[in-house]
């Protein structure tokens, strides 16, 4: 059997298991709660923080799920989650059908086929590490030989935008912003993964060098086969970049659907702020209000019912008691909130009809 | 909080003043001129947002005027004048307490604020502490109500949150309330925001505008999103190369950009650049090595509109509007673009 690392025509596709109908990654019942006191009598832990308390979602092969919302809510601790970086307290994992861990699919084979962007290009990268020993780092702890790593580090490096023959030998320090955020790129590529997470991976590039960074995002995705689940807090680039949307919010899913429908008549509040927080482009016609008022709400005591029901200009007495489920309000498009949900007691909401047609 | 104590410098005179800034890093195999020649003047109550290119200066020129730079790797040339007084004579004892009194900066890296091993709430106070001289009970309480100015939820517990337990994005309004701690006059932010979820940016716009506003809180503000610069800049500097290519009021800069660099900038973020599916523009080829700028105008290898012209020296700058300069040849009186029949277009 070929080594994939080794071997430079290996296909991702070629280690499709599932087929095209299932999902390569797919999450239930996600829960990860820091700190806090627990009982020796076991149970719920006290006064911890709950970063990631039940989400659930899937992202099909080839495509690019965006993911959004408050700072907080979770979407680093998720990201990290799915990469195994940290165990989380329940909930399950399934890349592409098989349960990450099993005997079907042990942690190291699973870390080769996942890989993740940082936000913070420097503090991501060794020091004192070489550029190309930098990429080749993963692929040598996987026991590839010094001389083919390093060849593969220089097919890598030409690939996003880098020459080899200058930038080989350099050090961390003597990149931009912009080049040290495609070295950790090419260093996530060098396990040859098919799902990559981006958390905030262009948000500290100028706006030319970013552009650039997602065009050679794109290219990278056709070219080679790969999934991305993208973390950003730049609506523009998400609509740009993603298929779907899914926004969270305090530890929860409030909504996820197609990117076009999310960004232009999102259905849940939230999302609804939060498109209207995107600053102005008008010099004249400034915000002059938040959006969104009130604080985001303590992750370590979060509201009953539905957790944006403090800060909702829509809220209703019901939503203090009922939390809202995340259901379908039409193909592919789910929202986790009452207005949405017909016969649900919301005022707002349509009435349930006993026969629908 | 109370507003700054009085300012000496009189009124109409620039609180923050600096004239051909210039900056070279003198540790590698050949000096770095990361600083050119930068004049930049800022009054009280007054937001300038810099905007520019990765690696254009915009934090090494913030660092100079904090004097934050490694003195023996980096020489600062040119003079830097911050409420009244000349940084680069200031004695040890008083450079402890410009730094944080003066002015104070919000980092880009969030990980420079804060110390790992200390309680975020504990760092605050005491910053109050050893400038004011106050008790730690007075400290805390200052950094509780900092706390709940920059919107932190559940300030009391957050207080006692060691950085790591932060998210990001209230690690950097922790990190605003630091900068806030011992009531500067001008506040140095190095994208504040680039962090931030929208409603949390948006709240911490208008709370920099209210400073402003309410305390005369002279800010310079970093950022890459020109959205940003819109809603907060009385006055847009765009920096290239180490050099201010173009400034002025933020109305002009913004609807009429002049150096073709601003141009390119504004265009990549225009909302039609997001279509899906289609590609996103970019400037093409790379900024210039600063161990070796290029005689004339440092944009002019990447420029669309270059002419021979534009390597025979530093362009000067020229009015561009009543309230707006440029640092670019074609406006100087007669000088035609190649591109202007297209321009127009
Ligand atoms: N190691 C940790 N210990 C304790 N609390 C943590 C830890 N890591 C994260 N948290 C908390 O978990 C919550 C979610 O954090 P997370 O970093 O996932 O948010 P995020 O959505 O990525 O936010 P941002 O957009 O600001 O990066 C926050 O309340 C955060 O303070
Ligand atoms: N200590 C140093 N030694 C050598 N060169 C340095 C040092 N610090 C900064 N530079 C160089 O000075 C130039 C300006 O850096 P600076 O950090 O000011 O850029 P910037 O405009 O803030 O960019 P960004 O938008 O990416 O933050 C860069 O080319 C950088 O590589
Ligand atoms: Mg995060
Ligand atoms: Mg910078």
Redesign the pocket.
Same mark, same amino acid.
């Given at each position: 059997m070929s080594d994939p690392i080794l071997d430079p025509t290996f296909d991702p596709a070629a280690r499709d298991r599932g087929g095209p109908a299932q999902p390569l990654l797919s999450v239930t019942g996600l829960v /990860?709660h820091?700190?806090g006191k627990r009982s020796w009598r076991g149970g719920e832990a006290k006064g911890a923080?709950r970063?990631?308390d039940g989400v659930d979602f899937a992202i099909a092969k080839g495509e690019t799920l965006g993911v959004v919302?408050? +700072?907080?809510?979770? /979407? +680093?601790?998720?990201?990290?989650l799915v990469m195994q970086i940290?165990k989380p307290d329940a909930g399950e994992i399934v890349f592409d059908g098989e349960a990450v861990g099993s005997r079907a699919l042990d942690l190291e084979a699973y870390r080769r086929e996942v890989q993740m962007v940082f936000?913070d290009s420097y503090a991501s990268l060794n020091p004192r590490l070489t550029v190309e020993d930098t990429i080749a780092f993963g692929p040598r702890v996987h026991g590839v030989p010094r001389r083919e790593a390093t060849g593969r580090a220089h097919d890598l490096l030409a690939k996003v935008g880098l020459e080899p023959g200058r930038f080989a030998g350099r050090y961390p320090h003597e990149l931009s912003g912009g080049q040290r955020q495609r070295i950790n790129i090419a260093r996530a590529l060098a396990l040859q993964p098919r799902l990559v997470i981006l958390?905030?991976a262009v948000s500290a590039l100028d706006k030319s060098v970013e552009a650039q960074v997602l065009n050679l995002l794109l290219d990278l995705k056709a070219e080679l086969g790969l999934t991305y689940m993208f973390?950003s807090?730049d609506l523009n680039v998400v609509r740009f970049m993603a298929d779907r949307v899914m926004v969270?919010y305090l530890?929860k899913v409030a909504e996820v659907g197609p990117s076009d429908v999310i960004l232009q008549q999102p259905s849940h509040p939230y999302t609804g702020a939060l498109l209207a927080s995107m600053p102005s482009t008008d010099p004249d016609n400034r915000t002059l209000e938040a959006p969104l008022f009130g604080d985001p709400p303590n992750?370590i005591d979060p509201p009953s019912g539905c957790r944006f029901h403090t800060r909702c200009r829509h809220t209703s007495a019901i939503c203090a008691n009922v939390p809202p489920p995340l259901a379908a309000v039409r193909p592919s498009h789910e929202v986790a909130c009452l207005m949405a949900q017909p016969g649900s007691g919301h005022p707002l909401a349509a009435p349930l009809r006993e026969n629908a047609a | 909080m109370s507003s700054p104590s009085s300012s000496p410098v009189p009124t109409g005179q620039p609180l923050v003043e600096t004239k051909d800034l210039t900056v070279d890093f003198t540790g590698g195999a050949r000096p770095v001129r990361a600083v050119a020649g930068v004049d930049l003047t800022l009054g009280a109550g007054e937001l300038v947002a810099l905007l520019g290119e990765s690696g254009s200066g915009k934090s090494v020129t913030l660092r100079a005027l904090m004097r934050l730079l490694p003195e023996r790797r980096a020489t600062t040339g040119g003079s830097i004048r911050v409420d009244g007084r000349d940084v680069a004579a200031l004695g040890r004892k008083e450079l402890a307490r410009f730094r944080g009194g003066t002015v104070a900066m919000i980092f880009q890296e969030p990980g420079l604020a804060f110390d790992p091993v200390y309680r975020v709430g504990d760092q605050i106070a005491e910053a109050v502490m050893r400038h004011e001289g106050v008790s730690r009970r007075s400290g805390r309480a200052r950094a509780l109500e900092l706390f709940e100015r920059v919107r932190i939820p559940s300030a009391a517990t957050r207080l006692d949150?060691y950085p790591?337990?932060?998210?990001?994005?209230?690690?950097?309004r922790a990190m605003i309330a630091l900068a806030l701690a011992c009531r500067p006059k001008v506040l140095l932010a190095d994208e504040p925001t680039t962090?931030?979820?929208a409603t949390v940016q948006i709240q911490i716009l208008l709370l920099l505008r209210e400073l402003q506003r309410e305390f005369g809180l002279a800010v310079i503000f970093v950022t890459h999103d020109i959205g940003v610069a819109t809603e907060v800049a009385d006055r847009i500097a765009v920096m290239y190369a180490g050099r201010i290519v173009e400034r002025g009021d933020c109305r002009d800069v913004i609807r009429a950009p002049a150096h073709p660099y601003t141009r390119g900038l504004l265009f990549s973020r225009a909302d039609h650049a997001f279509t899906k599916g289609t590609r996103l523009r970019t400037i093409p080829g790379s900024p210039p090595d600063l161990t070796a700028l290029p005689p004339g105008c440092a944009f002019a290898p990447r420029c669309a509109e270059a002419m021979p012209a534009c390597s025979a020296g530093v362009p000067e700058e020229i009015a561009a509007s009543e309230t707006h300069v440029a640092r670019c040849i074609l406006l100087r009186p007669g000088v035609q673009s190649r591109t202007d029949a297209t321009a127009a277009a």
């Open positions: /990860k820091f700190g923080v970063a990631v919302g408050e +700072s907080g809510c979770g /979407k +680093s601790t998720t990201a990290r940290i936000q958390d905030e973390i807090h969270m530890g992750p | 949150n790591h337990e932060m998210s990001g994005g209230m690690r950097q962090a931030l979820d």
